[in-house]
């Protein structure tokens, strides 16, 4: 049970498990499947990536008795002292749309830019972090983390992924966001799967 109704994390998860060949112990595919509506949103008030994330997956586990995978994930900037951070997703606002958290983010680095000094340009450096957090109805969990690293670019491009992608580019890419990419190209270098991978190994795949 994935402890996230968002549609487009449902499908990029799924596709990873798929691809890293997780499977459940008699080998059968593991499915995964969407929080239902009947368990309500977890107030995600930890400080940290893992800690929002095992609020999640506990949450969920208890009130369907499956086992739950969660991720807490966001994108940090150096230039504004690691924000938007575990806010990522509220960055403009409780209920704010990917769009108006991607405006704020250059709004603010704009802001930033014209305060600088010409000769010391402000750093767009910025990563992406994800926590997992596998847990099971009788408590047992596994955690995973991954990160990327990369740049914030001045105009968003791309119409894939989702939240920060279309301003994203991984230093490990060929100058293109992750929203420019195809699942495969963004999975195989970004945080999410980098944490995905990581917990594949502590299953044993």
Known sequence: MLASA??????????TFLGLGI?????????????????????????SFVGNARLKAA????????????????????ALD???????????GEGASDDANLQKLLSELDRL?????PAHPVSRAAQFRCAIVLRWPDGFELCALGSVAGRICEQPAGSAGFGY???????????????QMSPEEKQSISHRGEALRNLAAQLGH
Do not use: H, Q
């Open 82 to 92: 690691g924000a938007p951070g575990v806010y990522s997703a509220r960055y403009a």
């Open 165 to 179: 992608d279309p301003v994203f580019v991984p230093d490990l890419g060929d100058g293109r966001t992750f929203a």
């Open 6 to 15: 968002n549609p487009k994390k449902v499908a990029e998860l799924s596709a």
């Open 23 to 47: 499977t459940a112990p008699d080998g059968s595919p593991v499915e995964l499947l969407p929080r239902p509506d009947s368990v309500a949103d977890v107030i995600e008030d930890a400080d």
């Open 59 to 78: 949450a969920l586990a208890l009130a369907t008795a499956e086992v739950a995978i969660a991720d807490d994930s966001g994108l940090t900037v150096d």
């Open 113 to 117: 830019a014209d305060l600088a000094d």
